[in-house]
């Protein structure tokens, strides 16, 4: 079965850090790679996707992520943590034509001023 | 384009009582999903359709219905709520072929059963 693993559940930062948050997923054919935000007491927000080319992606307020076939790894990447990046973030996977779309357990991103 | 709506924003529900999660989309998406999320677990695939007509479960499908007879619509019915159905629900949409568009969320039920 599909599975998509986040290894960090809760991250503590200091604003200006920097912040990697992994995911790894199980799945050995064509993928879809996702990752979303979400702010407290709001829905899910997209940060960035990868479907193809290259695999270094970026999103939205300075955050990228690394595709990496061969570790079936998408981690997600920020140079300089901000106090308004406290969110839950979580990786997703969506493989195959059905549309179906697997998360993971997700991270809490708390970032100290 | 609304996206994804949810009706109701809230609910409190009683141990046994039955009630509908409404859910619309207007992208004529043809793939709709309903998600349970709840504190350490992410959030979990309840059922999904890849068109009307079509639906099949997911990860924690146990006490829950769903049908679609629209592209649209995709309710979610609860026959008989029990406590460990509290929880935040989400529906969500997209195209249902890989590589062409992402997921779009709705703003979610809080449902809370006694």
């Known amino acids: 079965a599909q599975s998509v693993s986040q290894h960090n559940h809760h991250v503590i930062l200091s604003e200006a850090a920097s912040l990697e948050l992994g995911c790894n997923y199980s799945?050995?054919?064509?993928?879809?790679l996702f990752w979303y935000v979400q702010y407290p007491g709001q829905h899910l927000q997209l940060l960035l996707k990868?479907?193809?080319?290259?695999?270094l992606v970026k999103g939205i307020k300075g955050f990228e992520a690394e595709f990496i076939k061969s570790k079936f790894s998408f981690n997600l990447r920020k140079p300089s943590v901000q106090w308004s990046d406290t969110a839950e973030y979580f990786c997703?996977?969506?493989?195959?034509?059905?549309?179906?779309?697997?998360f993971g357990q997700g991270t809490t991103l708390q970032v100290k001023p | 384009n609304a996206g994804v709506t949810q009706t109701p924003k809230f609910q409190v529900l009683k141990t046994g009582q039955s009630m509908t999660l409404q859910c619309a989309q207007d992208m004529n998406h043809e793939y709709m999903s309903w998600y349970r999320q709840d504190p350490g677990m992410g959030l979990r695939l309840i059922h999904y359709s890849v068109g009307a007509g079509i639906t099949d479960q997911g990860e924690v499908p146990n006490g829950y219905n769903v049908s679609r007879s629209t592209t649209e619509d995709f309710p979610l019915r609860l026959l008989s709520a029990a406590p460990s159905q509290t929880s935040v629900y989400f529906c969500?949409?997209?195209?249902?072929?890989?590589?062409?568009?992402?997921?779009?969320f709705g703003p979610g039920t809080r449902l809370t059963v006694t």
């Open positions: 990868y479907f193809s080319g290259d695999p």
């Open positions: 969500a949409s997209s195209y249902r072929e890989t590589g062409v568009g992402e997921q779009y």
């Open positions: 997703a996977v969506r493989s195959g034509n059905t549309g179906k779309l697997i």
């Open positions: 799945y050995g054919g064509t993928v879809n």
